[in-house]
């Protein structure tokens, strides 16, 4: 039993029917043991996924703050090769991403043929803080549910892989969490006052990510609910996810991988019976 919700499409999500603070029957030692195994897989598979070159992965990691998003892929990304790894961080846009339509920034930061995109929060911000605080009139951003579907179906036809999930923790576990960076010197760095803002308007953004689960979770480009009170706990749901997703692929990549092989074997049969042909030596 997968431990991340799949939202099913065309569903209405109600976030408080999601325990945040889920263990899946697991302790913490057990849990961990099987995300190591799991971690190790993933490895593999990002390997064939670079090497046969005919998909790419995007996940869209998304949360309130303090929810783990950096934490998540610091420890899901832990085993894979950094060479085929691509995480873009999405911030306020600038001027010039204000100038264009609102994926404009982020389609030219998708994930090529062979490379493992995270999105660490993404364009869900614009139906998100930008909702929220009202940066956009509310025809726009209503409209950008369906751009984003859109957006989403385009990438999974060129052979994208788009899994996306929502870290769903609890309004007092992220008390909680503000509170510890400013108790250890060694995470004060991460304190914004702004944090601290933005929780003034935590049902506004629970009704936000509501609204974008249920109505951007698709066949092609689904959302998970991931129980993220527990760090160890996020960090299993998410590589269950992307270990299943990708294991359906892996017959595809080695099947590539083999034809690869193949055509590069010809060429060298070939190039050698040219040389034998032509009595040459090298
Ligand atoms: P993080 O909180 O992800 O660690 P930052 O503290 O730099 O990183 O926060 C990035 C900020 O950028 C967040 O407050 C987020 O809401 C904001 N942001 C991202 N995308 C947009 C957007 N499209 N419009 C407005 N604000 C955005």
Known sequence: MP????????TRVRL??????????????????????LNAELDAL????????????????????????DGAIRNVMTNLNPQGVRVESFKVPTDEDLAHDFLW?????????????????????DVLVVRVHGLAPEPVWKARYDHINAFESLLADSGTIV?????????????????????????????????????ELWDQYQEAYEDALSRCSTEVAPWYIVPADRKWFRNLAISEVLVDTLRGYRDHWRGALEDLSQAKLAELEAYRNLLKETGRQV
């Open 105 to 125: 920034r982020v389609h030219k930061v998708t994930p090529g043929k062979g490379i493992f995109g995270v999105f660490n929060r993404s364009h869900y911000e």
């Open 3 to 10: 431990h991340a919700h799949l939202v099913k499409p065309g």
């Open 16 to 37: 408080k029917d999601y325990d945040t603070r889920e263990n899946g029957g697991l302790d913490k030692e057990a849990g961990q043991a099987r995300f190591a195994e």
């Open 163 to 199: 899994l996306k999930f929502f870290l769903h923790i609890s309004k007092d576990e992220q008390e909680q969490r503000l509170h510890e960076r400013e108790k250890e010197v060694g995470k004060a760095w991460k304190l914004s006052a702004g944090d601290w803002r933005e929780r």
């Open 46 to 69: 990002q390997e064939e996924l670079h090497a046969a070159g005919t998909h790419s992965v995007l996940m869209v990691l998304q949360g309130m703050d303090t929810s783990g998003k």
